[in-house]
Structure formats: C-alpha cells, structure tokens
C-alpha cells in the first residue's frame, strides 16, 4: 500500500506460513504490524523508533497475553495466561525487575505479591493450602518479619 506520494504506508504478505498485515505511519518505520500464525494471532505496536510498545496476541500454550513496554523495549506489564493456563498480572520496574504479581498459584488459589528493587518479596497476600487467607510482610532480604492467617 502506497501514500499519494508514492510512499509505502502498509504491506500484506506472507512470511515462513504465516500471514501478517503492516502499517507504517508518515514518515515513521513500521508502526503496527498484524501477524496470524499456527499458534493463534498477534498485534504488534511500535514507536515512532521502531521499539516495541505493546504486544496483544496468542502465547505459549496458546493462551492470550497483553505486554507493554517502555520507550526502550523493555517490558514493564505483563497481563495474561501463564504456561499452567491461570491468569496473572505482572508490573516490572523500567530496569525489567519483578514489582507486583496478583494471580493464581498452587490449587487455583489466588495471591498478590509485592517485590524491592531487587526483587525480592516484602509483602504477601492470598489462599493457603487448607484455603484460608493469609497475610505476610518481609523484610528487604525476605525474611519474614509478620505474618496472619485468617483461619479461627
């Protein structure tokens, strides 16, 4: 697809059996791209420099995922399936470190964790094992420095 100018603004094509729609926008590189492959489809959106900004498309086991990233392609959110088929929301920091994870764990138990600049856990909160709520905080090297349980 060409501009009045005769300027490639888009293409639709093939690439190694997967089919894929581009989008370029005036006078910038490719800024959205649309693939359809064997595992299930994807959106892909960049900057005006040509980085990643966001990701929305199929994942591993074919599950559904939104990333985004930061201005310099790093990742900075990650919302949804995992490998083991739950769902989860996970924030990063913009030096690409753990900060937050709300999803399910063991047992299809939801949980909430919270993590320091160097990724390590401070705060906890979820469903154990005997499915009760707890609640535990850490300090800066994981240690646990509280902890509740909501069982009687």
Known sequence: VVDDDGDKVGELGSIEK?????????????????L???????IITKNADGTNTVYLGTGIGRGGHLKTFNADGK???FLGTNAGEAGNLSTLSADGKNT???GTGE???????????????????GTDKSLDGIAGLFDRYGDEGWSASGKK
């Open 18 to 34: 997967a089919g894929f729609l581009s989008i370029s926008g005036y006078d910038s590189p490719l800024q959205v791209v649309l």
């Open 107 to 125: 047992g299809m138990n939801g949980y909430l964790e919270t993590f320091n600049k160097h990724e390590v856990r401070t705060g906890y909160f």
């Open 36 to 42: 359809s492959e064997q595992e299930g489809g994807t």
């Open 100 to 102: 937050v994870y709300l």
């Open 75 to 77: 990742s900075t959110a």
